[in-house]
């Protein structure tokens, strides 16, 4: 496999033009994540809020503060090798029932499976949106990337978010942070959080050598 | 009257307050002098600061233990009178563990060697594991309620 070398980027001009090709390519697969969703749940799904902003990991974590004690269902992708980047799908525990409802094709009932098969479920969904942000940066770089299985679990949103920015890649560094809601269209069913984590660095010096 | 902790974050309260925080793989660390009835918590993100000065006071275990004593003392506590708890230090994400596992440990080793350096002993602790923690520590009895959103396995 062919390894990417990181380059510096040197002018102001060249860091805007690599920024606006990181917003282009991040919009793009959201857009390829909702689109994948819609098909997945043959409902129509689309992305209600987007950000993409350069942070550290407290401001990452600070901005959903008042969220921090609730039950969310999450799972994380790691891209590996050349690729600093986390995705992290985040749902909260009450639309993750739901959406295993739809995905299951079942009426909402009392009893649930496993909080392993609901995380299982929700994991793979993370898998599908993942492969579509993976896919984008592959062939934007023109390059193979590998990701890990999603890793999954039902927590509390502070601890989940936490143990996030606490990764290696993370500590410490300015972090992109590109955020996107996605929504069904037509009734308030469920938003899930797809969000992606990259070592800003890192990855702006991979995009220029492409 | 509550008070929620934010990473990195050291509170000292007394009487009647409540204070709280969640912790995955930080360490919440929890003083509590039962004689004036004050209560202190740390939500320390990080072992050691390497210098790092311009840190807020609760990121490195190294630097939040010194500043939480320091706080509990100038509040009017005594260290013979301390008593520590310590939650958290988990590894959340099993199958990611090895990128996680080190700094919860890490963490909770520096802050029992600092807590060592005090003399301060450690009354209880809940720490390690996969699964995150709610911590509330009552300041009018010393009392801390350590919750989890699913039953460990």
């Keep these: ?210 | 009257m509550e008070r929620f902790i934010k990473m990195n974050e050291i509170v000292v309260a007394k009487s009647p307050y409540l204070i709280r925080t969640v912790v995955g793989s930080c360490i919440a660390l929890c003083i509590w002098d039962g004689c004036c009835r004050i209560g202190g918590m740390g939500h320390i993100m990080l072992p050691e600061s390497n210098g790092d000065s311009e840190a807020p006071p609760g990121k490195y275990a190294d630097i939040a233990v010194k500043k939480l004593v320091s706080i509990m003392v100038d509040e009017g506590s005594l260290l013979k009178r301390m008593q520590a708890t310590c939650i958290g230090g988990a590894s959340m994400f099993q199958n990611h563990q090895n990128a996680f596992e080190s700094i919860g440990s890490k963490n909770y080793r520096t802050v029992k060697e600092e807590l060592k350096n005090f003399g301060i002993p450690i009354v209880t602790e809940a720490v390690g594991g996969i699964l995150g923690r709610r911590v509330e520590m009552n300041c009018a009895n010393g009392a801390i309620t350590i919750s989890m959103l699913l039953k460990p396995g």
């Design chain 1, 1 to 210: 496999m062919t390894v990417v070398k990181e380059k510096k980027v040197s002018s102001k001009s060249e860091q805007i033009k690599l920024e606006k090709s990181l917003t282009h390519l991040f919009v793009v697969s959201f857009n390829q994540a909702a689109n994948a969703f819609s098909q997945l749940l043959m409902r129509e799904m689309v992305i209600s809020r987007y950000s993409i902003e350069m942070m550290t990991g407290e401001q990452f974590i600070n901005q959903l503060e008042n969220k921090m004690e609730d039950g969310y269902f999450a799972s994380i992708i790691k891209l590996q090798n050349d690729v600093d980047t986390t995705i992290l799908f985040l749902l909260p525990e009450e639309e993750g029932k739901r959406l295993y409802n739809i995905l299951n094709d079942k009426e909402l009932k009392a009893e649930f499976p496993s909080i392993e098969d609901l995380s299982d479920s929700i994991g793979e969904l993370n898998n599908i949106l993942g492969s579509n942000f993976t896919n984008c940066l592959a062939n934007t770089l023109n390059h193979t990337i590998h990701n890990s299985v999603p890793a999954n679990t039902l927590d509390l949103l502070g601890a989940i978010l936490e143990s996030v920015v606490l990764q290696r890649e993370f500590v410490n560094k300015s972090i992109f942070c590109a955020e996107a809601d996605i929504s069904d269209k037509k009734c308030s069913t469920f938003t899930v959080k797809l969000i992606i984590l990259s070592d800003k660095t890192q990855l702006m010096g991979i995009l220029s050598q492409s």
